[in-house]
């Protein structure tokens, strides 16, 4: 019984596509709203949903051909500062690469209408040591100006909590 159970919740944990927001607009077209000046607000929440962290990026982003940097500075509510540097490559019409110093390999993203997809490996300094956590990660364009993104991090299969960012293109 308790595997049914567990089989049941593990299925009505299906993964969206996003295919499912091919005719969404506006259409995101990554090189036009990550270039320039980006500022962002987040906030971690633990899995029961209890906010725990704070913060704020600016980003500095701006593409040569298919490669893209976004240089993004956090600052947190505690205080701390962090930065990271993202390159990413166009592989395809609809798809990217990105990597980091503290990208474990490379993330894997999709474009579908308003939406992308990102699939990565994340080194997360916790209390002094460094976890990686799966980010399962959807970005949404909402106007030419505004982006939302929400990312949900797991270990081992486990659902630790998740990140949500609103994006200000200046």
């Known amino acids: 019984m308790f595997a049914g159970l567990l089989l049941c919740l593990l299925s009505?944990?299906?993964?969206?596509?996003?295919a499912t927001y091919a005719q969404e607009k506006p259409?995101?077209?990554?090189q036009q709203y990550f270039n320039g000046k980006l500022q962002a607000h987040g906030m971690f929440q633990d899995r029961s949903g209890k906010v725990i962290k704070r913060f704020e990026v600016d980003m500095d982003c701006q593409w040569q051909g298919e490669v893209g940097t976004l240089d993004e500075r956090f600052v947190y509510s505690d205080g701390t500062r962090q930065r990271r540097v993202w390159t990413l490559r166009k592989t395809g019409p609809n798809t990217v690469t990105g990597t980091a110093d503290d990208v474990i390999g490379e993330a894997r993203g999709e474009i579908a209408g308003n939406a992308l997809h990102w699939s990565y490996v994340l080194a997360l300094p916790v209390d002094g040591k460094v976890y990686n956590v799966n980010f399962d990660d959807w970005m949404y364009l909402m106007t030419d100006r505004v982006m939302l993104n929400r990312a949900a991090m797991s270990k081992f299969g486990l659902h630790l909590g998740d990140v949500t960012l609103s994006f200000y293109k200046q």
């Open 12 to 18: 009505a944990c299906g993964s969206i596509e996003p």
């Open 27 to 30: 259409v995101l077209d990554l």
